[in-house]
């Protein structure tokens, strides 16, 4: 049962990432981009990860999808034609992925073969993260939020042109 | 045999809560007309059956016979997708609803919670994703029909949306604080026992603030007066569903209806103590039948839910519309410091007086 779940999540997630950067209408990519979103999300419902499931949705299909859209019909973009004369470099870059994954497969073979870590089910999912990413992993949070306040400050500064003379 | 017993049970229920859902859509339908009347001193629909009551049934009908038009230029697939990504995600959310008191019922041989679909532990968080996902279907609807006005409408909508949703995720946060549950069951729960209890005036820190802030930003999410700039006639004709007729208008109409229910059932839950009475346990428990006290407790839930209904309508009759940049300072520099100021003095509280 749990293979089925995976398997079609897995499935329709390559397909629709692959729709993403084949399809020529931007609008369409952006949807098959949340088609993907939600299948990332079913995925992490089956590993019994609610509440990344749900922030999966929230922050990426919700506000960052929303604002990829909202870009794409305001410069109004019919066909995006610039990125299909790269055939080549990216084949030569798909075929050292294959060639990689397929090694990869070998060594798992021969190797011990992967045992996926069991899923953590203590005191509920979002307790347990929220444990973790405030103790363990406190410096990483830390500096994460310190990357994302000066990003938010360098587009205060960008958007904001006038900034300078107001002061003086 | 246990699983296909489940699966019936479990569309049973979804059955019974759409069709309540869209049965009180139909009533919302006329009462707003009833209400704006009454509140502007005239009757409102009159002609069909006894003071127009029968008047939702003949404004379906009439949708469901007009023609189906799709603009020329359209595109005819996003055209067709966007009414229903308006409408699915409004109704998802009633899935983790708690209608009425958490027991069990054994039916078969199963374990039945027969008042809420699914008790999921990130309840919330659910409503709050699908939610989210709403937008979609207003912006592509507003992209695809090919009119100025439209698209107009949807970009609008979706800048209104992201900005307003930010407020209501803020203000529910100050409840997870106190309830230390994303669960709607147990938040419910935990304001059992009177109105004191209830997260709108509960010690140590009532979330009065959270409440406003919450009230206010759902009123702007679902793009209802005096925050309809999306569909404000005046200037888009009817924003991003101008060019939408028939069946497909009726869906953006009723997922705007089914918002206003989920939002109303999301607030009775969070502040008002959802089916709890504002007394201590229920009058039909202290008179000897505690077998049907479930019914009061549903009947409070539906008379908060019905509460927030009708503050929706008396807001239409009472405020005029914002303009578009008041509408973004407001959500930005008003709602927003006050969310955030209601976090951090909510989280005071809760480390200096745990529950």
């Known amino acids: 049962m749990d293979h089925i779940f995976f398997f079609y999540f897995a499935g329709v997630i390559a397909v629709t990432s692959l729709l993403v950067v084949a399809l020529r209408n931007p609008v369409y990519s952006a949807l098959a981009l949340l088609i993907m979103f939600f299948h990332v999300a079913g995925l992490y419902v089956t590993l019994h990860a609610e509440f990344l499931a749900a922030v999966q949705i929230v922050v990426y299909a919700g506000a960052i999808l929303v604002l990829y859209l909202f870009v794409v019909m305001l410069l109004n973009v019919k066909t995006e034609e610039r990125y299909h004369n790269q055939l080549p470099v990216a084949g030569l870059l798909g075929v050292m992925l294959c060639t990689e994954v397929i090694l990869l497969l070998i060594q798992s073979r021969t190797a011990a073969s992967a045992v996926p870590g069991d899923p953590v089910i203590t005191s509920g999912n979002t307790e347990t993260i929220g444990e973790v990413l405030y103790s363990t992993y406190l410096f990483p949070f830390e500096v994460a939020s310190l990357i994302l306040l000066v990003a938010m400050i360098g587009a205060i500064i960008l958007a904001k042109k006038d900034i300078g003379d107001t002061v003086q | ?355």
């Open chain 2, 1 to 355: 045999m246990e699983i296909g017993l489940r699966l019936a049970v479990s569309l049973a229920q979804i059955a019974a809560v759409m069709g309540v859902v869209m049965l009180t859509v139909m009533v919302l339908t006329l009462a707003e007309r009833k209400v704006l009347g009454w509140m502007q001193d005239r009757m409102g629909p009159m002609e069909v059956g006894p003071y127009g009551v029968l008047q939702p049934i003949a404004d379906g009908l009439k949708l469901f016979f007009k023609e189906d038009i799709i603009p020329a230029g359209a595109n005819k697939f996003l055209f067709t997708l966007a009414p229903i990504l308006a409408l699915v995600p409004a109704m998802i959310g009633f899935a983790v609803i708690p209608f009425g008191p958490s027991m069990t019922i054994e039916l078969f041989g199963l374990q039945i919670k027969p008042f809420v679909i699914s008790d999921i532990n990130i309840g919330i968080l659910y409503i709050l994703a699908f939610a989210s996902i709403g937008a979609y279907g207003i912006i592509l609807g507003g992209w695809a029909s090919n009119s100025k006005y439209s698209l107009l409408g949807g970009l609008r909508s979706a800048a209104q949306v992201i900005s307003y949703e930010l407020n209501v995720g803020l203000a529910i946060v100050g409840v997870i604080l106190l309830s230390g549950s994303l669960s709607l069951v147990k938040i419910t729960e935990a304001q059992a026992g009177g109105f004191w209890n209830w997260y709108v005036l509960a010690m140590p820190f009532p979330q009065i603030f959270a409440f406003v802030v919450y009230v206010i930003s759902s009123v702007a999410e679902t793009n209802r007066v005096p925050f309809d700039l999306p569909e404000a006639e005046s200037e888009l004709v009817a924003g991003f569903f101008t060019e939408y007729s028939g069946m497909r208008f009726a869906f953006f109409f009723i997922a705007e209806y089914a918002n206003m229910i989920l939002v109303s059932c999301v607030a009775a839950a969070l502040f008002l103590g959802g089916w709890n009475a504002p007394y201590p346990g229920t009058i039909l428990e202290y008179i000897g039948l505690e077998r049907i006290a479930w019914m009061e407790n549903v009947v409070w839930f539906a008379v908060k839910v019905y509460f927030f209904l009708f503050l929706f309508f008396w807001l239409r009759a009472t405020l005029p519309r914002l303009r578009y940049d008041q509408l973004m300072r407001f959500g930005w520099k008003v709602m927003l410091p006050i969310a955030l100021g209601n976090i951090v003095l909510t989280s005071i509280a809760a480390y200096f007086f745990p529950r």
